[in-house]
């Protein structure tokens, strides 16, 4: 954690400007490999257990949801039911294998399993858009699936609204009765084509502001091109925040205030007319100050 300080004084003491460019130095050093990373990470804090009910995934914040998460009871079976559908885009795609029932079921993958694009396992929803990949499927006593009473990674790959091909992976756990299935966290590469590790929370990621009940994601995308800035916010309680843009000598050269409501929230910020070259985001709250980088091209 990078921890306040300022980088100009009343009385233009310079121990305190010093001071002051050493801390912003100390971020761009404890920062740089960032721009490869490029893992948006999404903690669902708390967790948000799902009986009878839908979650709806947008990984990239564009506003249509990539994926929606469904338990359901089928009276007529008498089956409990863990999916995930897909009625917005049909070939987005998640890693299944076959099996019983004639449904196809997501693998269930361990930390640090490799998702690439069109891996032989992605399966996509293009002849049962309507349909589902069923996590878990419990029917007259027998249970079906690779998620029984377990918790687990499945992995995916979705077209972002800008067009582009990403990876991504889901965290969740079953019930063992199926009646219940419990979304934990998530996370793509925003790097269009690249892999991404089951688990892999990156550089990027949501990272918790120490005793500040707020969890703030890096900027995304980046490096960034004409284009809005967004950040990802996890916020206790409703909050102003303001963000100045900063350049290397910790001049701001943007600022924005924004207020986030309580839970989770995407922070837009407007850099499209501002000169290219590296900076650093400042975020400050009530009672805290942290920084996240970003690079700005043409």
């Not at 089951?198 to 703030?216: H, P, Q, R, T």
């Not at 800035?229 to 924005?256: D, I, P, Q, Y």
Request: charged share 15%; net charge negative; with cysteine.
């Amino acid at each position: 954690m990078i921890k306040k300080y300022k980088t100009k004084s009343s009385n233009g003491n310079l121990a305190t400007r010093v001071l002051g460019y050493s801390a912003l130095c100390g971020a761009l050093v404890a920062n740089a490999n960032d721009a490869n990373a490029q893992i948006v990470y999404t903690d669902v804090n708390p967790d948000t257990t799902l009986a009878a009910g839908v979650y709806d995934i947008d990984f990239d914040g564009d506003g249509t949801f990539d994926f929606q998460l469904n338990q359901n009871f089928n009276a007529g079976l008498s089956a409990n039911a863990c999916q995930v559908y897909n009625p917005n885009m049909a070939n987005n795609k998640v890693m299944v294998s076959t099996g019983a029932a004639g449904y196809l079921y997501p693998l269930k993958l361990n930390a640090g399993a490799p998702i690439a694009l069109n891996d032989a396992a992605m399966k996509d929803f293009s002849t049962q858009a309507a349909m589902s990949f069923v996590f878990f499927y419990t029917a007259q006593a027998s249970g079906f699936g690779n998620f029984i009473g377990q918790s687990g990674f499945w992995g995916l790959q979705f077209t972002s609204g800008a067009g582009a091909e990403h990876t991504g992976w889901v965290e969740i756990e079953c019930a063992a009765d199926g009646a219940t299935m419990t979304l934990k966290s998530y996370a793509f590469n925003s790097v269009a084509g690249d892999p991404i590790n089951a688990g892999d929370a990156g550089s990027i990621g949501i990272n918790e502001v120490k005793n500040a009940g707020i969890k703030i994601g890096n900027v995304f995308p980046n490096p960034l091109s004409r284009d809005m800035a967004k950040m990802r916010v996890n916020s206790v309680k409703s909050e102003t925040l303001t963000f100045e843009l900063c350049n290397a000598m910790g001049t701001a050269v943007a600022t924005e205030t924004r207020n986030v409501n309580a839970g989770n929230s995407v922070v837009n910020l407007d850099y499209t007319k501002v000169a290219t070259g590296s900076y650093f985001v400042k975020i400050t709250g009530e009672n805290f100050s942290t920084f996240k980088k970003i690079n700005i091209t043409n």
